[in-house]
């Protein structure tokens, strides 16, 4: 091979032309890495507020909404469940709701909750993570023959009152979660936002 027919400006048009050829190639690569750091469509909505219309329920009622990829639990509480709650201190493991993390300011109050007639509580028990049964009715049940009505969780056997507070003696260690939410309306709750008319 001689030296004499080195052709330099073709040699810088090909390193120019491969310089070229892969930056584009770069950012074909790049474009997608990058876009996947960004949350899906389904993750956006997962995440998003979710509403619910209660105006159809009906005091002993409970509706199961989705927020966050979890149930969300709207139940109406009638009068006499309401009278039944200050009965309940004494057999209750955290009365007062001692663990501030469990629910907002607002929901701070024997009923924990913003309305005293709905309870909006995540489903998931705080023992294990199952999701609780809902039984409203003061009535004898098998778990429990004095049942004042509220939620039973069937893996365990923690219970719950109509505030999602748990009992003594059960396994869940802390009361059913109040997550953010608000009303949008006299009848439509909007969970995951906390400030009234959001």
Same mark, same amino acid.
């Given at each position: 091979?001689?030296?004499?027919?080195?052709?330099?400006?073709?040699? %810088?048009? @090909?390193?120019?032309? *491969?310089?070229?050829?892969?930056?584009?190639?770069?950012?074909?690569?790049?474009?997608?890495?990058?876009? /996947?750091? *960004?949350?899906?469509?389904?993750?956006?909505?997962?995440?998003?507020?979710?509403? =619910?219309?209660?105006?159809?329920?009906?005091?002993?009622?409970? !509706? %199961?909404?989705?927020?966050?990829?979890? +149930?969300?639990? =709207?139940?109406?509480?009638?009068?006499?469940? @309401?009278? *039944?709650?200050? %009965?309940? /201190?004494?057999?209750?493991?955290?009365?007062?709701?001692?663990?501030?993390?469990?629910? +907002?300011?607002?929901?701070?109050?024997?009923?924990?909750?913003?309305?005293?007639?709905?309870?909006? !509580?995540?489903?998931?028990? %705080?023992?294990?993570?199952?999701?609780?049964?809902?039984?409203?009715? =003061?009535? +004898?049940? +098998?778990?429990?023959?004095?049942?004042?009505?509220?939620?039973?969780?069937?893996?365990?056997?923690?219970?719950?009152? @109509?505030?999602?507070?748990?009992?003594?003696? /059960?396994?869940?260690?802390?009361? @059913?979660?109040?997550?953010?939410?608000?009303?949008? /309306?006299?009848? =439509?709750?909007?969970?995951?936002?906390?400030?009234?008319?959001?």
């Amino acid at each position: 091979m001689s030296q004499d027919g080195v052709n330099h400006g073709r040699r %810088t048009l @090909l390193v120019g032309a *491969t310089a070229a050829v892969g930056a584009v190639g770069a950012g074909f690569v790049a474009v997608p890495f990058v876009k /996947s750091w *960004t949350p899906s469509e389904k993750a956006k909505a997962a995440g998003a507020p979710a509403k =619910v219309d209660i105006s159809k329920l009906e005091p002993g009622a409970m !509706l %199961t909404a989705e927020w966050r990829g979890k +149930p969300v639990y =709207v139940a109406r509480r009638s009068d006499d469940a @309401l009278q *039944t709650l200050s %009965t309940l /201190s004494d057999q209750l493991k955290d009365p007062s709701n001692a663990n501030k993390a469990q629910q +907002p300011d607002y929901a701070d109050n024997e009923g924990r909750s913003r309305r005293p007639e709905v309870i909006v !509580l995540l489903g998931v028990c %705080t023992h294990l993570g199952c999701a609780p049964k809902y039984f409203a009715e =003061v009535k +004898p049940e +098998p778990f429990d023959p004095e049942w004042k009505g509220g939620w039973f969780c069937p893996c365990h056997g923690s219970k719950f009152d @109509l505030a999602g507070r748990v009992f003594a003696g /059960s396994p869940a260690s802390d009361n @059913l979660e109040v997550p953010p939410h608000s009303y949008e /309306s006299d009848n =439509v709750v909007v969970i995951g936002i906390d400030e009234e008319n959001a």
